[in-house]
């Protein structure tokens, strides 16, 4: 079933007194009530203080990476299984800080997503073009082939674990927005590329979420758009009543 949901990426932020203090306060704001899953992405050294801190609440603790390979000699990653045994059921995949930082390839962030699907996860697969890509007319191709070699290798029932982010590289963390307009049209798009290889009924069950510069002062007018079902939030969800403002 398509959800409403709003994810925080707290990236490379918050050591663990940070951490638990955002979720205090996170927790402190959530008496009013939700219609959306709420979802935070600490670092992974606090991953399993932040899982115990809310398995009381609506706040689902997710990871923001996780290694393609099962366990070894691989270091620095962690292992899916690690994850697991933390509590974690959802991770972050092919965020454009991975893509262009730490060169992550199409084919990588792929087998990141056989591992995390064929482990029972969900994963919020990210894509997005660059500025000169938008310029060149090229943004509706980037995003496309992002999604095919990165999801269309996986069978309709894995399909139903992912939830697809568009977030334009342009956007995130320059405090320029997509409008609702681009963002509804692009995820018009990919909705209906989804469609393509995995049917409708597959397609009409994916939450499409938009990420790039989400305020509380934006967030309402590009979430009113009938494509798009929510947002990964980066800057904004490290202030705890901007994130439950948003969402
Ligand atoms: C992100 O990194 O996923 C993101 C959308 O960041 P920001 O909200 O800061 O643009």
């Keep these: 079933m398509r959800k409403n949901i709003v994810a925080g990426n707290w990236k490379m932020n918050c050591d663990l007194p940070q951490t638990r203090s955002l979720i205090i306060d996170l927790k402190k704001g959530l008496e009013k009530g939700f219609n959306c899953e709420l979802m935070i992405a600490p670092s992974h050294p606090f991953l399993y203080q932040a899982f115990n801190s809310t398995s009381d609440t609506i706040i689902e603790v997710v990871a923001q990476n996780v290694c393609e390979a099962q366990k070894g000699a691989y270091t620095g990653e962690v292992s899916v299984d690690m994850l697991d045994s933390v509590g974690i059921k959802t991770i972050i995949i092919g965020h454009s800080e991975r893509r262009d ?23 919020i697969f990210c894509c997005g073009e660059h500025l000169e890509q938008r310029q060149a007319g090229k ?25 697809v982010a568009y977030e334009p590289v342009w956007a995130i963390g320059t405090g320029e927005t997509a409008s609702p307009e681009q963002a509804q049209e692009m995820h018009a798009h990919l909705r209906s590329f989804i469609a393509s290889k995995f049917g409708e009924e597959t397609a009409n069950n994916t939450s499409i979420l938009y990420g790039g510069s989400v305020k509380p002062s934006n967030a309402a007018e590009i979430f009113a758009k ?15 009543q901007s994130f439950l403002d948003i969402a």
Excluded: C, W
């Design 101 to 123: 930082i730490y060169g992550e390839t199409d084919e990588l962030l792929a087998a990141k997503t056989k591992t995390a699907l064929e482990k029972g996860m969900r994963v």
């Design 226 to 240: 009938p494509d798009v079902d929510g947002g990964l939030v980066g800057g904004a969800s490290l202030d705890a």
């Design 139 to 163: 943004h509706f191709e980037t995003v496309t082939q992002q999604i095919e070699k990165g999801l269309f290798g996986f069978t309709t029932e894995q399909m139903e674990r992912v939830i």
